[in-house]
């Protein structure tokens, strides 16, 4: 045998560049892991200590308010647990969108349109389609969501889920919300990245792509089979699997939604997330099928968005000058 004849797998220029990528990715992320982290130790006895002090202060304050909320429902699981977290979900999915489609319909306050991410033309079929989107949100909240919550009822009693009695600590809170986070992130990607597939984008996810340039609303603009799939299940699975309390699962619903109205909403505002990362893959229908971007990166579905300008402005907006202007598409060509 002659094993020097035997090329080794990186003798392939290809496959070099590939192998540089992974190990640049790798090193990336142990950087930027191991620099939290220490962060993270550092700080976090700090904050947690004064966090904690503010929460077992006001801890009255919370279990009160919770008992007086559940007397409200007549101390009816079902009631509270359906009804409840139907007007909890209605209430800051509209609240928060209320404000965009202000600022969508009316252009005002114009302060706020420089933060507008793609520049969208006036066109005539916009209003209809506004107009279709609201009806088909309100349809997806009530007459698929409302018989989900139901089955949700049922399970969360089945799984031991608390709808009375004691709040959770802040702690236990802390890592409900990693433990859904990373739960959302894991159901979501995959789901989304099935949807995307030939053989079901055209039937089920190209009405959520119809908007290129996606608004606040538009988050639950979808298929019913994609609003079961991919809206509904993957934030609730995550308080089923720690038979969290209901208090707990309404907080998270909150955030999940106010999260995909901002990853939807199409402007990048001062002080909020990002949206740059799913306003691309509206744009592109490629890439970010994630919600965090940790199994975009695992499985290389990010590469494109990496590679150009939205990526650069793939931060928070601290000052006033819209990112848009501090880093703009290179004229030479089309946008990335």
Same mark, same amino acid.
């Given at each position: 045998?002659?094993?020097?004849?035997?090329?080794?797998?990186?003798?392939?220029?290809?496959?070099?560049?590939?192998?540089?990528?992974?190990?640049?990715?790798?090193?990336?992320?142990?950087?930027?892991?191991?620099?939290?982290?220490?962060?993270?130790?550092?700080?976090?006895?700090?904050?947690?200590?004064?966090?904690?002090?503010?929460?077992?202060?006001?801890?009255?304050?919370?279990?009160?308010?919770?008992?007086?909320?559940?007397?409200?429902?007549?101390?009816?699981?079902?009631?509270?647990?359906?009804?409840?977290?139907?007007?909890?979900?209605?209430?800051?999915?509209?609240?928060?969108?209320?404000?965009?489609?202000?600022?969508?319909?009316?252009?005002?306050?114009?302060?706020?349109?420089?933060?507008?991410?793609?520049?969208?033309?006036?066109?005539?079929?916009?209003?209809?389609?506004?107009?279709?989107?609201?009806?088909?949100?309100?349809?997806?909240?009530?007459?698929?969501?409302?018989?989900?919550?139901?089955?949700?009822?049922?399970?969360?009693?089945?799984?031991?889920?608390?709808?009375?009695?004691?709040?959770?600590?802040?702690?236990?809170?802390?890592?409900?919300?990693?433990?859904?986070?990373?739960?959302?992130?894991?159901?979501?990607?995959?789901?989304?990245?099935?949807?995307?597939?030939?053989?079901?984008?055209?039937?089920?996810?190209?009405?959520?792509?119809?908007?290129?340039?996606?608004?606040?609303?538009? %988050?639950?603009? @979808? =298929?019913?089979?994609? #609003?079961?799939?991919?809206?509904?299940?993957?934030? +609730? *699975? /995550?308080? &089923?699997?720690?038979?969290?309390?209901?208090?707990?699962?309404?907080?998270?619903?909150?955030?999940?939604?106010?999260?995909?109205?901002?990853?939807?909403?199409?402007?990048?505002?001062?002080?909020?997330? %990002?949206?740059? @990362? =799913?306003?691309?893959? #509206?744009?592109?229908?490629?890439?970010?099928?994630? +919600? *965090? /971007?940790? &199994?975009?990166?695992?499985?290389?579905?990010?590469?494109?968005?990496?590679?150009?300008?939205?990526?650069?402005?793939?931060?928070?907006?601290?000052?006033?000058?819209?990112?848009?202007?501090?880093?703009?598409?290179?004229?030479?060509?089309?946008?990335?």
């Amino acid at each position: 045998m002659h094993s020097g004849n035997i090329p080794t797998p990186l003798e392939n220029p290809a496959d070099r560049r590939k192998w540089n990528q992974v190990t640049d990715s790798i090193k990336k992320a142990i950087f930027i892991l191991g620099t939290a982290c220490i962060l993270f130790i550092a700080a976090s006895n700090s904050i947690t200590w004064h966090l904690q002090r503010i929460w077992g202060a006001s801890g009255n304050l919370w279990q009160n308010t919770w008992n007086q909320i559940y007397h409200a429902f007549g101390e009816n699981d079902l009631f509270i647990g359906v009804a409840g977290t139907y007007a909890v979900t209605m209430s800051v999915f509209w609240f928060a969108n209320f404000f965009l489609l202000i600022i969508e319909i009316t252009k005002w306050p114009q302060c706020l349109i420089k933060y507008k991410i793609q520049e969208e033309p006036v066109n005539e079929k916009h209003k209809p389609m506004l107009q279709r989107a609201v009806q088909v949100v309100l349809f997806n909240q009530t007459v698929i969501a409302l018989p989900f919550m139901v089955v949700m009822y049922h399970l969360m009693k089945w799984r031991g889920c608390v709808f009375q009695g004691e709040l959770p600590t802040f702690q236990w809170f802390l890592l409900e919300l990693a433990v859904f986070s990373l739960v959302e992130e894991l159901c979501f990607y995959y789901s989304h990245r099935t949807l995307h597939h030939r053989s079901l984008y055209s039937y089920i996810h190209k009405r959520h792509h119809e908007w290129t340039a996606p608004i606040g609303i538009i %988050s639950l603009y @979808a =298929h019913p089979i994609e #609003h079961l799939v991919s809206n509904l299940l993957p934030p +609730v *699975l /995550g308080p &089923l699997l720690m038979g969290s309390h209901l208090c707990s699962a309404w907080v998270w619903f909150s955030i999940a939604l106010l999260s995909t109205t901002v990853a939807h909403c199409g402007y990048h505002f001062p002080l909020l997330p %990002s949206p740059e @990362a =799913h306003d691309y893959h #509206h744009k592109t229908f490629v890439n970010n099928f994630g +919600v *965090l /971007g940790i &199994l975009d990166r695992l499985h290389g579905t990010d590469l494109n968005f990496r590679a150009s300008k939205a990526y650069q402005r793939h931060i928070l907006l601290l000052g006033l000058t819209p990112l848009s202007q501090q880093i703009p598409e290179s004229p030479s060509k089309k946008p990335e």
